[in-house]
């Protein structure tokens, strides 16, 4: 018996066959994580995803954002320094 996945996954649990789900977290065999569309190994999820408030959310895109002093001097703004 062979399962098919559907092409494209908008929930956070699909049904394959009566009595067979995934749901997003849940492990294959060889330890990759199901992420709603693929399976994805440990180290992509820790790449992507954070562990916060029970449960996997995106990283912060602006978690880089801050300014510190090694940023300073650079960016179109720069020359305002130079002699």
Known sequence: ??????????ASEITLVPAV???IGDRDNYGNYWDGGRWRDHEWWGRHYDWRDNHW??????????????DRGRGPDRDWRHH
């Open 57 to 70: 959310r995106a990283h912060d895109e602006h978690r880089h954002d801050h300014h510190d002093d090694h």
């Open 1 to 10: 018996m062979s399962l098919v996945a559907p092409a494209v996954v908008h």
């Open 21 to 23: 789900k995934l749901q």
